[in-house]
């Protein structure tokens, strides 16, 4: 089993350029996130889906989708980036107790 | 919302030197807690997890925590840190039934050869 994969792992953008983060896991898991981890910050909640189909805002959603039309993958689009998208990205899927299967994450800087 | 508190945000040790990293957190309800550790340039991983029943939980590495119920605290331990435990640590709660998790701000550990 792969886990959760990422791509890309380092990505450089100007400001107003958009983007797609993609994520995929292959455990069949139903929750999934989207985190950015920044220094002194810890990882703070983009986005999440508990299935096909269903999304919902977590604690810093402004400037970013997510849709979720399979249960493996959960792509997040930065619809118009800024320099305070600059961060590191983590996708993870939960397991049975919601521990977090991360993926290697993407590290975006925003020019 | 529950929140997660670390307070130390760096801590230096020689190696051999034991190791205790405080978590509180403020929720009334059942949660499940976690530690992770992320080594420099990678993701996190799982170091350990309580759900229920022992408070005492053993991980990897030789790490362990206890849950202390009365105290919201779920502090990480182990008796002899490496050099190779170098890392960030971070605790993180859920409560029960639900699938959100909020993590604290981490814990960087530095140990000293």
């Known amino acids: 089993n792969a886990g959760v994969t990422q791509t890309p792992k380092f990505q450089v953008l100007k400001t107003g350029q958009s983007m797609t983060l993609q994520c995929a896991q292959d455990m069949n898991h139903e929750y999934m996130s989207w985190y950015r981890q920044d220094p002194g910050m810890g990882l703070r909640l983009i986005h999440y889906?508990?299935?096909?189909?269903?999304?919902d805002q977590g604690e810093v959603p402004n400037g970013y989708n997510v849709s979720r039309s399979t249960t493996e993958d959960f792509p997040l689009r930065l619809l118009s980036a800024a320099p305070s998208q600059t961060s590191v990205y983590f996708c993870?899927?939960?397991?049975?107790?919601?521990?977090?299967?991360f993926g290697p994450g993407t590290r975006l800087t925003v020019l | 919302a529950q929140s997660v508190s670390q307070h130390n945000h760096h801590v230096i040790l020689s190696e051999a030197a034991s190791l205790e990293l405080g978590c509180n957190y403020s929720?009334?309800?059942?949660?499940?807690l976690f530690w992770y550790v992320q080594y420099p340039g990678q993701h996190l991983q799982l170091l350990l997890k309580?759900?229920?029943?022992?408070?005492l939980v053993k991980g990897i590495k030789g790490f362990e925590a206890e849950f202390i119920k009365s105290k919201f605290s779920f502090n990480l331990r182990k008796p002899s840190v490496q050099w190779s435990d170098t890392a960030e640590y971070f605790c993180a709660v859920t409560p029960g039934g639900y699938q959100k998790v909020t993590f604290g701000t981490g814990t960087k550990l530095q140990v000293i050869p």
């Open positions: 309580y759900f229920s029943g022992d408070p």
């Open positions: 929720y009334g309800g059942t949660v499940n």
């Open positions: 993870a899927s939960s397991g049975q107790y919601n521990e977090q299967f």
């Open positions: 889906s508990v299935g096909a189909g269903i999304t």
